[in-house]
């Protein structure tokens, strides 16, 4: 599966952003699709996963309350939807597709996005 994600830029300190991730291929359900993201001299870390169906949800404790990830699998869609965003919040963002499992690691995903930046300015 390829994926790409969109809806990146630059947004003010209590501002929102919604991103998305398009996925090609007729299989986008079987995969648990998550989100990560990576600052500058950062690794990458985990922001939320969300199940096949769409039915669970996991989120970062940094983000917990904040962000809303869903999914379309009628548009094979991911969707994270960021609200009250803090500086702490910029870097650039990958979405990632799980074929086994409902990770919070890296490690497990299969495929991943090119990303895209979210900037937050104070």
């Known amino acids: 599966v390829q994926l790409q994600a969109f809806g990146g830029g630059l947004v003010q300190a209590g501002g929102s952003l919604r991103l998305s991730c398009a996925a090609s291929?007729?299989?986008?359900?079987?995969?648990?699709m998550g989100w990560f993201r990576q600052a500058p001299g950062r690794e990458r870390e985990f922001v939320a996963v969300?199940?096949?169906?769409?039915?669970?949800?996991s989120y970062a404790d940094s983000v917990k309350g904040r962000f809303t990830i869903s999914r379309d699998n009628a548009k094979n869609t991911v969707y994270l939807q960021m609200d009250s965003l803090k500086p702490e919040d910029t870097g650039v963002y990958y979405c990632a597709a799980d074929q086994f499992g409902f990770s919070r690691s890296a490690k497990k995903y299969d495929y991943w996005g090119q990303g895209t930046q979210v900037t937050v300015s104070s």
């Open positions: 291929g007729p299989t986008f359900s079987v995969y648990a």
């Open positions: 969300i199940s096949r169906s769409g039915g669970s949800t």
